[in-house]
């Protein structure tokens, strides 16, 4: 028979087998300890994600379901915003007309978008008001509800 490999050398082999089999069954069961334990922090860490993805999901649709309910109250703010601006030009026009009423004097109201052709047999005349009587402060006040200090 040839031997292809010295005895010496089949021997070294075959004692490094039987080492490998009395040493590997304390390191393979620690390896496969730690394996285990590494595929339930990875695991765990997956469920976190998991956990973390739903949550985004839950912000995104409360974040669009609350901005569909708060883009109607936007509007309704922003025409009381316009109607507040008119009622404010309003009262200081009022209060301009009423300043004037006061000195005697008329002045023409401002042109409107649409104006008549002015007849002049058809139109009375403006004429000068009467001066107003000057109410006394205390009668202001409960007139308007307002408190001046």
Known sequence: ????LPNNDIDKITDGLAKLKKGSGNEHETLVRSMNSLTGSINSLLGIFKEAAEDMKMDEHDSVLLGDRIDPIMEKLDKLLEQNEKIAKGIVA??????????????????TTRQMPMQQSSYPQPRTLPKMPELPQDEKNKLFNINFK
Do not use: R, S, T, W
Request: aromatic share 0%.
């Open 94 to 111: 009022l209060a301009d007309m009423i300043d004037e009423m006061k000195g005697g004097k008329i002045v023409p109201a401002p042109p």
């Open 1 to 4: 028979m040839v031997d292809l």
